[in-house]
């Protein structure tokens, strides 16, 4: 009950401004998960199965994003470490931007350059695994 009236408190203090740079950062965390995604999805290249990957980066992902536990009841020194991490790119820094507890100028600069960074790393494993792949049967 003590989370419902948080959440809805938290809710009602919503404004519009801040449910616009959700709009504008939602769909970037969206451009993130895909590339992460892909980048594990390359794995195939090299190994018979990725699913396994995938699960564990989704399950890694539940606690690192804040998405399962909100970083900031981390002891302080953990929270740190996962806010700067991409999973909290993806839930929690645009949570705390849409909240207006933290500035859309805090948030950018982070998720573009995981989005940059996920894209070159993407782009080079799937360069390097098409010239790895072989195809056999008819």
């Not at 919503?14 to 969206?30: K, M, S």
């Amino acid at each position: 009950p003590l989370i419902g009236i948080v959440a809805h408190q938290k809710i009602a203090d919503l404004r519009w401004t801040h449910l616009a740079t959700l709009l504008l950062t939602l769909p970037l965390a969206a451009v993130m998960n895909f590339l992460i995604n892909c980048l594990l999805s390359t794995a195939t290249f090299w190994l018979r199965e990725s699913y396994a990957l995938v699960v564990f980066k989704e399950t890694l992902f539940w606690i690192a994003s804040g998405a399962l536990i909100p970083l900031n009841l981390f002891p302080a020194g953990v929270s740190r470490v996962l806010q700067a991490l991409p999973g909290a790119y993806l839930v929690y820094h645009p949570i705390r931007v849409s909240m207006g507890e933290a500035a859309l100028r805090d948030l950018l600069p982070g998720q573009l350059a995981y989005i940059a960074l996920f894209y070159a790393l993407a782009a080079f494993s799937w360069r390097r695994g098409i010239h790895h792949y072989q195809a056999y049967g008819g």
